[in-house]
């Protein structure tokens, strides 16, 4: 059973366009985030949900808008795509009181 | 605020020496240090976790990582590589404050194991 999936793992888009990638976790976990990985491989927090609601957002273009339905599911939608916008995106969640994350797969989105 | 950094991007062992990868941490307070690995082409899969219960900490495939607070350091060792240990390592901090529960991540060692 995947503990944390992404969906789509590839995505290959044009300046400009609006995408969304979707992360659903079966943990139980009721906090979750999402992080970029750079051409470099350099990883940094994006957004953290708990129950919900907005706990962190680093300073992401507003052009970002997380979602989260319900606890188990926390999408991210970008609008008016970059170049700069490529990267791998990786989904994760935790259980509150508990400091480790588990990572799903990453989705690689690439703007052409 | 806390860091981490990693001092050599890569490394490169032969297949049954000694693995070691270097963590250095920033933090006023006892941090919470973990090291994750990344496969090629995929997500980050926890090794270990140092939660200030034992400063010698074991984790999974053979890895253990120890607590050093005089030094600062929570280096990644492995007394005998393996081919499948090809990876790429991670250390992070998690300051697991009012701040939030993030991990702040170092810029990641590129492991290359050797015949």
């Known amino acids: 059973d995947t503990a944390v999936s992404q969906t789509p793992k590839y995505l290959v888009t044009q300046m400009g366009n609006d995408k969304s990638i979707k992360c659903e976790q079966n943990l139980g976990h009721d906090t979750m985030y999402w992080y970029k990985q750079d051409s470099k491989k350099f990883l940094k927090i994006m957004f953290s949900y708990n129950n919900k609601e907005l706990i962190i957002n680093e300073t992401v273009p507003n052009r970002f808008s997380p979602k989260s339905p319900d606890k188990a599911h926390l999408n991210l939608h970008i609008n008016s795509l970059e170049l700069g916008d490529s990267a791998v995106y990786f989904c994760a969640s935790s259980r509150s009181g508990e400091t480790e994350a588990f990572f799903g797969q990453g989705t690689r989105l690439t703007v052409v | 605020a806390q860091s981490v950094t990693q001092l050599g991007s890569h490394v490169s062992v032969s297949e049954g020496a000694l693995v070691l990868l270097r963590c250095n941490y920033s933090s006023s307070v006892p941090p919470y240090l973990f090291w994750y690995v990344q496969y090629p082409n995929q997500g980050l899969q926890l090794l270990l976790k140092y939660t200030s219960a034992a400063t010698l900490v074991k984790g999974i495939n053979g890895f253990e990582a120890e607590f050093k607070k005089s030094e600062t350091s929570f280096h990644l060792t492995k007394p005998s590589a393996h081919m499948s240990d090809a990876a790429e390592y991670f250390c992070?901090?998690?300051?697991?404050?009012?701040?939030?529960?993030?991990?702040?991540f170092g810029t990641g060692t590129q492991l290359k194991v050797e015949l």
């Open positions: 992070a901090v998690n300051p697991f404050t009012g701040g939030g529960n993030k991990l702040t």
